[in-house]
């Protein structure tokens, strides 16, 4: 009946509804952004922050952003392997599958290493490391921070004379590791991440 009405009421009650059903409709989306924000929170807190883009994505959070959103696979996380694909089941109420072979193979923890007699101190390795774990300038030896370093590889291919190799990580075993030491070894490289991020920050400000 409100919508054959022609007189001036009835008009101002078909717009009213209209902007009673926008609001609403605005509501229920801001309700479900924000249910995907939390639930994004919940898996970057279970994916292991190496930042190593293997899943496809430029960092951990992004991939669990999309995860939550229901937008790509959750098995594309090597370093995570099997253990965390049955977390993220668990958690998604999806059923769990192997990991994707694309995006490379789950191994034991490694860490990069350098041929510092190799290394002819181009720096080129230090822009993509997402902990910091390289330490260096132009011209001069470059080395790696064991305990800082994720295992991302990033620097391995930025390297134009091959002095970088991953080897395993000193004092860890040559096997994966339980998810509670992967969620510590998690809680400092994503410390050594955020601050990553904030240097980078500073210096594109300054």
Known sequence: MALAA????????????????SRHEGQLSAAMAGDAEILAARIDALLPQTQCRRCGFDACRPYAEALARGETALNRCPPGGAALIDELAALLDRPAMPLDP?????????????DEPACIGCARCIEPRPTDAIVGARKRMHTVIAADCNGCELCV??????????????????E?????????????????????????????DG
């Open 6 to 21: 022609t007189d001036d009421d009835g008009l101002f009650l078909i717009f009213a509804g209209c902007r009673r059903q």
């Open 176 to 204: 994966p590791l339980p998810r509670a030491a992967v969620a510590e070894r998690a809680r400092h490289f994503r410390r050594r991440f955020d601050a990553h991020v904030a240097r980078l920050a500073r210096e594109h």
């Open 102 to 114: 694309s995006c490379g193979l789950e191994t034991p923890p490694r860490v990069a290493w350098i």
């Open 157 to 174: 291919p930025a390297c134009p004379v091959d002095c970088i190799h991953m080897i395993p990580a000193p004092g860890l075993p040559a």
